[in-house]
């Protein structure tokens, strides 16, 4: 029975299906005409009949016709004709819930085991079979993953067909995707396809891409849905989707619903806010079966949204964007629109690229109205006015490539002999600022040389599907300060989803409702209190180094390490994470030949600073200094000559919530946030990973460091360049002195 599964991909089904056992039988069978009944099946000869006279297709179809899990399937069979079975058909998506998730459903499809000939590749997880007889023949990845693919082979030979899917999404690297795939396909004409897959029917600007490839668009029905608009804005989108779905939920007929809200943290409190009152409402009412989903859930979890719903049931899936397009889920009946997402921003004069929540552009505002017609009529909640919607949506997004930072896909460019950036052939290009602002860091960071070619440390740090300056600091630790050990372990840490920390504490942010205030809080500053205390007291680098270490530790002297993550409030699926990035972190530095075991004995301080100028020889344009210290209560109470201290002597006595910190680079005001566990005593000077915007501009992940450090772990220019910036030396000398003053005056004022 096993071996049949893993080798019906070989076979043709109606052998396959003759030596499974009777339950899988069924499950194969009902999975078998599920496929038949989808749009794109009906359309599967016509798509063959195209593919054969043309190398490049774009195909059109309302999300759920069957594009992404049976088209990879079609170009797999069809390059078996050809005389190409030892050939991979990859499929690329935006999103890796997206990728594992459909590579699941056709390892299903296909009775065989996911990993197999049907696998998947996200970055630091990679499910797919090299060689062999059970060797990956279609292969679902993100993006990203295939962009990497290029540095190890640059003609993809190992492909016989790639599909670009959610190509409506704009990605930046699936942008870059198209550049790239169509140099390819005048270097592999006869051996190689491209499929464009779009959700949305405005495909013409890729078929012009492409020279006029054909648009193929798949036929399929979509049920009438009812739009709701509010009538008049919401404030609490949260509050008013909970609502929302409650009601729908005590006065609608059966059917599922669809809550679309902007991220994790607004999921996870829509879906306590949702269990707690469904408790309260009528016994008799249908059961209510809740099920969020986001990037950073466990795979087990994330499959759940995918079960049918029970006999007497209700389903409400709470999701990111990711439920607009890349995820079908079946039975939804209702939509709940919250009329915000997620999005990438970039400045390139201030360098600083963050996640932010804006509004959602008319386009998504319809393909999640579409979700809910797709298996009979349905309705659409949306939580914005209809006066919003014709006026302050956007008609279409924004393409990612013009809001980001394009920094690592320069590195990549120039790894692969793309040298003159601006004759690569954009869908629409990135703005100069942001060729010019990546020039310039990868210049800062020695990655080019001042001629634009590519050094050696650049080539290296392509090899790294890391932040580019994370990518530096590791190069750092391995040859100049011998730390590269722990070095990548803290590069694990925060790679791990927004890190471990950084996660752990979002959750205790607030009490969920209903939660005891005092106790949530209470316990929120314990445990951070306890897990600072296990850094040295120089930052959250240090503190996520000894943290990811004793777990480690935990792990060999006892069998109960996840009691030992429990009592400290750990979560352990984060810290496994963490082991597994780490793992192959060390492995790609062993493949470009930095090694691990040149790592000295070094004592505890000698340690933690070798540490701490590794990462800043990446992260030097991220140093601020302290410019200001906010009085407390207390303090003000105190009279007034006391006050009149300096600042050095004010820091000694707030806490580093207390105090505004200025940017080197461009004299940003900024917070420490809230989250950051590992400094004792508010320091001059510190770096930070990265900035987020709330009400302050908020540096997460921050370490202590000395001034004259900069100069140490920089390029020789860049000094210099940082002076210029603050108008000559001199100024520079005295600007502490200026801060100073500055902070005084802003201090006497405070207090009066
Ligand atoms: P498209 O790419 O055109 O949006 P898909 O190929 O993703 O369509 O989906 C086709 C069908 O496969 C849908 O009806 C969906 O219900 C089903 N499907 C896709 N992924 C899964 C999954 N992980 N589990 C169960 N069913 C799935
Ligand atoms: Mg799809």
């Excluded at 009906?42 to 759920?64: C, M, P, R, Y």
């Excluded at 002076?723 to 201090?747: M, P, R, S, Y």
Aim: proline share 4%; glycine share 6%; with cysteine.
């Amino acid at each position: 029975e096993f071996k049949a599964e893993e080798t019906s991909m070989l076979v043709d089904n109606e052998e396959s299906e003759s030596d499974e056992g009777p339950s899988l039988l069924t499950e194969f069978e009902r999975i078998q005409k599920e496929r038949e009944n989808l749009p794109v099946s009906k359309a599967s000869a016509d798509f063959i009949k195209l593919l054969e006279t043309n190398q490049v297709l774009v195909i059109v179809g309302h999300t759920g016709s069957g594009k992404t899990t049976q088209i990879p399937q079609y170009l797999y069979d069809w390059s078996v004709k050809r005389g190409q079975k030892n050939l991979i058909v990859g499929c690329t998506q935006p999103r890796r819930v997206a990728a594992t998730s459909v590579a699941a459903r056709v390892a299903k499809e296909r009775g065989v085991t996911l990993g197999h000939q049907v696998g998947y590749t996200i970055r630091f997880d990679d499910k797919t079979t090299k060689e062999g007889m059970n060797a990956t023949r279609i292969k679902y990845m993100t993006d990203g993953m295939l962009l990497r693919e290029f540095l190890n082979d640059p003609e993809l030979s190992a492909y016989s067909a790639i599909m670009l899917d959610e190509a409506h999404e704009r990605t930046l690297d699936t942008d870059i995707l198209f550049g790239l795939l169509k140099m390819l396909c005048a270097k592999r004409h006869d051996d190689f396809k491209l499929i464009v897959a779009s959700a949305t029917l405005n495909a013409e600007k890729f078929s012009k891409f492409f020279e006029g490839a054909p648009v193929f668009t798949v036929q399929g029905t979509l049920f009438n849905v009812n739009v709701y608009h509010a009538t008049k804005p919401e404030l609490d989108f949260v509050e008013a989707a909970v609502t929302t779905a409650l009601k729908i939920h005590l006065q609608k007929p059966k059917g599922d619903i669809l809550i679309f809200l902007p991220g994790q943290e607004e999921i996870d409190d829509a879906a306590h806010m949702l269990e707690d009152r469904a408790k309260k409402v009528g016994k008799n009412e249908m059961q209510l079966i809740i099920n969020p989903i986001y990037a950073a859930m466990a795979q087990e979890d994330q499959n759940k949204i995918f079960e049918p719903t029970p006999h007497n049931a209700r389903k409400v899936v709470i999701a990111t964007n990711i439920a607009e397009t890349s995820l079908t889920i079946n039975g939804i009946v209702y939509v709940v629109d919250c009329g915000f997402h997620k999005t990438k921003t970039f400045n390139p004069t201030t360098k600083v690229e963050s996640l932010v929540t804006v509004p959602i552009s008319q386009a998504n505002a319809i393909q999640r109205m579409g979700r809910a017609g797709r298996v009979q009529e349905g309705e659409c909640y949306r939580l914005y006015t209809r006066n919003a919607y014709n006026n302050d949506l956007l008609p279409d997004i924004i393409p990612e490539i013009q809001r980001s930072d394009v920094t690592p896909i320069v590195l990549l460019l120039k790894s692969l002999g793309i040298h003159d950036l601006f004759q690569f052939e954009f869908l629409d290009p990135p703005p100069v600022e942001c060729f010019l602002s990546a020039f310039d860091q990868l210049y800062s960071l020695n990655a080019i040389s001042d001629s634009g070619d590519m050094t050696t440390i650049g080539l290296t740090m392509s090899r790294f599907p890391l932040d580019v300056r994370l990518s530096k600091a590791l190069i750092a630790a391995a040859n100049v300060y011998d730390v590269l050990g722990p070095v990548i372990d803290i590069a694990a840490m925060l790679s791990v989803d927004g890190s471990m920390i950084t996660r752990r504490f979002n959750q205790f942010q607030g009490p969920k409702e209903g939660e005891d205030k005092k106790n949530a809080n209470s316990f929120d500053t314990d445990a951070m209190r306890q897990l600072g205390d296990m850094g040295d007291g120089t930052g959250d680098h240090m503190c996520l180094y000894k943290i990811y270490r004793e777990w480690i530790h935990q792990k060999t002297i006892q069998q109960q390490s996840s009691y030992w993550a429990q009592s400290l409030s750990l979560d352990t699926r984060y810290l496994r994470r963490g082991e597994e990035i780490r793992d192959q972190i060390e492995r790609l530095c062993d493949d470009v030949g930095m090694d691990i075991n040149r790592d000295m004995d070094w004592d505890d301080t000698e340690l933690s600073e070798r540490i701490r100028k590794s990462l800043l020889a990446g992260y030097f344009g991220n140093v601020a200094h302290a410019s200001l210290a906010i009085a407390s209560k207390e303090e003000k109470k105190k009279p007034q000559g006391k006050r009149n201290k300096p600042l050095g002597a004010q820091l000694e006595e707030v806490s580093i919530k207390q105090v505004q910190y200025t940017t080197e680079l461009n004299g940003r005001e900024v917070f420490v946030h809230p989250s950051c566990i590992g400094i004792r005593h508010p320091p001059r000077y510190l770096f930070y990973h990265t900035c987020v915007y709330t009400k302050k501009e908020y540096m997460r992940q921050v370490s202590m460091i000395e001034s004259e450090w900069v100069a140490e772990v920089s390029p020789p220019g860049y000094m210099e360049q940082m002076k210029g910036l603050l108008k000559g030396k001199k100024e520079q000398t005295h600007q502490q002195k200026k801060d100073d003053d500055e902070a005084e005056q802003i201090w006497q004022k405070l207090s009066q």
